[in-house]
């Protein structure tokens, strides 16, 4: 697959407790930058959010943020931005943050994270899109969700290809070697994108 022209990043609107989850964060935004792919994200100023775009930022690169007009009227949204669309609902907000992106990646994050990258996976197991889809398992953070999705293979819920087509690690660089290598394989069975319009 050829290098992410704009890659989605989700992640926590929280700092998290250890340094490390803003150290990485920061470093993924530069590696953006670095190699000349937008970041797409939700919009926000704060926690993860906020450093992830403000190091692609100071990297020279892109960002886009989609935000709800709620959440910029309560004063979350990132006013630098290279682009900032408002929305006018969270469904709208990622659909669009959908369309924008060719890639998919879960830095550390609670349940809006978690809302946000499952959709992306049933989304592909759907046929809706054909993107890469990664975790990036800063400090062991996403050591049980691997676990759980092993034993959702196991209990016959999903299907290992499925399963093996998402990627988990904790570098960086070994990430992006990844989706060079990414292979999309055969379409599986399709649903009309109109299914996923807000």
Known sequence: MPQPTALCVYCGSQNGQHPIYTETAHAFGLELARRGIALVYGGGKVGLMGTVANAVLAGGGKVIGVIPRQLVDREVAHTGLSELVVVDTMHQRKTRMYELSDAFVALPGGFGTMDEMFEMLTWAQLGLHRYPCAFLDT?????HLRSMMNHMVAEGFVAEGRRDSVWFGDSIR???????????GAAPRGVDASSIKA
């Open 139 to 143: 400090h062991g953070y996403y050591g």
């Open 174 to 184: 070994e990430l992006f070697d990844w989706m060079d290598q990414y292979h999309v």
